[in-house]
T-cell receptor
Framework: RKEVEQDPGPFNVPEGATVAFNCTYS??????FFWYRQDCRKEPKLLMS???SGNEDGRFTAQLNRASQYISLLIRDSKLSDSATYLC??????????FGKGTRLSVIA | DAGVIQSPRHEVTEMGQEVTLRCKPI?????LFWYRQTMMRGLELLIY????????DSGMPEDRFSAKMPNASFSTLKIQPSEPRDSAVYFC????????????FGDGTRLSIL
């Protein structure tokens, strides 16, 4: 099993839809989790951290399920500008960040 | 504030040539990371430094790749000799810490080896 796995997509959704991505991780000792966003031909940028109790930032909600070893990202009321690739990131102990390969989202008018 | 600065933005060269990629991290960031991104393999960590010292280079694909960080404000990634399969986007990132600190990425160098 790979360290971090994501459904590559693409997810094609209409504007205004709610979409959710999951990311599974293999190391049960993983401690820190993030979601990054990467636009086409651009660098990855931090979208939000993922806290144990779950956290929300506007239309974005991140959750952690330690028992099943996955994190999720929920986007409500999708906008055209949300079209991007979403990368999950996992940190375990002193190892550096491990990036998933990303899930591609296309929001369609 | 200036972010992570990489150069060149694009590099096209013939196989067998030496390629040098450059990175200036954000001032005050103790950690510097080099990544390679391809469609097939995604974003792969090549090597990272803490306070200019290489900590983990297990991601460096082979001896043709080398990285240095002579001071806190400059790092290079060198490929010699280059091969077509090295074609990728190479990102440099820096962070104030390694644990729960987010990384800030440069714009990347798009490398094409013919």
């Amino acid at each position: 099993r790979k360290e971090v796995e994501q459904d590559p997509g693409p997810f094609n959704v209409p504007e205004g839809a709610t979409v959710a991505f999951n990311c599974t991780y293999s190391n049960s000792a993983s401690q820190s989790f993030f979601w990054y966003r990467q636009d086409c031909r651009k660098e990855p940028k931090l979208l939000m951290s993922v806290y144990s109790s779950g956290n929300e930032d506007g239309r974005f909600t991140a959750q952690l399920n330690r028992a099943s070893q996955y994190i999720s990202l929920l986007i409500r009321d999708s906008k055209l500008s949300d079209s991007a690739t979403y990368l999950c990131v996992v940190i375990s102990g002193n190892t550096p960040l491990v990036f998933g390969k990303g899930t591609r989202l296309s929001v369609i008018a | 504030d200036a972010g992570v600065i990489q150069s060149p933005r694009h590099e096209v060269t013939e196989m067998g040539q030496e390629v040098t990629l450059r990175c200036k991290p954000i001032s005050g960031h103790d950690y510097l990371f080099w990544y390679r991104q391809t469609m097939m393999r995604g974003l792969e960590l090549l090597i990272y430094f803490n306070n200019n010292v290489p900590i983990d280079d297990s991601g460096m694909p082979e001896d043709r790749f080398s990285a240095k960080m002579p001071n806190a404000s400059f790092s290079t990634l060198k490929i010699q000799p280059s091969e077509p399969r090295d074609s990728a986007v190479y990102f440099c990132a820096s962070s104030p810490g390694q644990g729960d600190q987010p990384q800030h990425f440069g714009d990347g160098t798009r490398l094409s080896i013919l």
